[in-house]
């Protein structure tokens, strides 16, 4: 028990950690996307001030903004795919399973439990073990 224990504690402290990672890297996220929208604010501003002194007309501007805004969302995708790599390979040195991992394993484990039901009722029966000769469901 003392070793179930300690294994739920290695867990906690991983899954913390995870946490812990998981929030840094969306709050560096969202100062970076704050400040896209400033510079974005600013930017169109300054278009807006270039337009009104027809050193640009609106076509111009517009499509000024709109290379802005297309370059600052594929950055964005760009930290997310970074982000995301990162965060899977802290997992993994963290020893971390991702839910799906976890989910998988759950299930596994639910259908090797339900043979054992089947051998143990097979057993008690005195049938032997062909009533679970294969997963459930088959």
Not at 5 to 30: G, H, M, P, Y
Not at 60 to 67: A, H, L, P, S
Not at 104 to 111: A, C, G, I, K, S
Request: glycine content about 8%; cysteine-free.
């Amino acid at each position: 028990m003392t070793n179930e224990a300690e294994n739920t504690t290695a867990d906690e402290a991983r899954s913390t950690t995870a946490q812990n990672v998981r929030d840094l890297i969306e709050r560096t996220f969202l100062a970076g996307m704050g400040a896209a929208a400033l510079t974005k604010d600013r930017v169109q501003e300054l278009v807006e001030e270039l337009v009104r002194r027809g050193q640009l007309n609106s076509d111009e501007g517009r499509e000024v903004v709109e290379r802005l805004v297309s370059r600052s969302r594929e950055e964005a995708r760009s930290v997310l795919r970074k982000a995301d790599s990162s965060l899977q390979g802290a997992y993994r040195d963290l020893g971390l399973t991702t839910k799906r991992q976890s989910e998988d394993v759950e299930f596994r484990l639910r259908q090797l439990e339900h043979r054992v039901q089947l051998l143990e009722s097979a057993a008690d029966a005195g049938v032997g073990g062909g009533a679970a000769s294969g997963p459930p469901g088959e």
